[in-house]
């Protein structure tokens, strides 16, 4: 069974433009979850969707944004990127089983300069 | 705000011997936690979870839960060099599984 995918992989933005990241969750699996990386606030959980609902939403401006299509992928959009947007993004798919285990993508590296 | 602690390390241990690293979380409320491996550059992977008090064994690998004291822990036995990475802990917010709150991590250097 394929991964879960994220592309791009790499990312060089500028401060003010916005961005748009795609995840493409494990076949079958319907929840997937956005998460931040950096090195000074480590993994923060962004927000959750679940059959094209968000369920849950973290901690983060209206600045960040996301969706989720009838097949289960994802996007996540950035506007008015800033300096501390900087980072790792991970999406995450879970089977929603019960149990909550959740599978990462490999993330996007998101430089904004 | 649920907080799940975890000492930063770096925890060094040589090739063969037994990793321990622990993590205390702060809501009694939590049922479920997950440790995750994480390589430098790479995305976290998935590698133990556990639900009930006590040790759940796999491989080389145990999860151990004490719910009366908030504390989780990751034994790795037998350590390999390729077990060098850092070690994240990981529970639910409130309201699911599927949001998880992480600890910080601890670094593990395993040398030969």
């Known amino acids: 069974k394929a991964g879960v995918t994220q592309t791009p992989r790499y990312l060089i933005k500028t401060r003010g433009q916005q961005v748009t990241l795609s995840c493409s969750p494990i076949?079958?699996?319907?929840?997937v979850s956005w998460y931040q990386q950096t090195p000074g606030q480590g993994l923060q959980f962004l927000f959750e969707?679940?059959?094209?609902?968000?369920?849950n939403k973290g901690n983060f401006p209206g600045r960040f944004s996301g969706r989720q299509f009838s097949n289960s992928r994802s996007e996540m959009n950035v506007s008015t990127l800033e300096l501390g947007d900087s980072a790792l993004y991970l999406c995450?798919?879970?089977?929603?089983?019960?149990?909550?285990?959740?599978?990462f993508g490999p993330g996007t590296r998101l430089t904004v300069t | 705000q649920k907080e799940v602690e975890q000492n930063s390390g770096p925890l060094s241990v040589p090739e063969g011997a037994i990793a321990s690293l622990n993590c205390t979380y702060s809501?009694?409320?939590?049922?479920?936690f997950f440790w995750y491996r994480q390589y430098s550059g790479k995305s976290p992977e998935l590698i133990m979870f556990?639900?009930?008090?006590g040790d759940k064994e796999d491989g080389r690998f145990t999860a151990q839960l004490n719910k009366a004291s908030q504390y989780v822990s990751l034994l790795i036995r037998d350590s390999q060099p390729s077990d060098s990475a850092t070690y994240l802990c990981?529970?639910?917010?409130?309201?699911?599984?599927?949001?998880?709150?992480f600890g910080a991590g601890t670094r593990l250097a395993v040398h030969p």
């Open positions: 995450a798919s879970s089977g929603g089983q019960g149990t909550g285990e959740q599978y």
């Open positions: 076949s079958g699996h319907r929840s």
């Open positions: 969707y679940f059959s094209e609902t968000q369920r």
């Open positions: 809501d009694r409320g939590s049922q479920s």
């Open positions: 556990i639900y009930s008090n």
């Open positions: 990981a529970a639910p917010l409130w309201g699911g599984y599927n949001k998880l709150i």
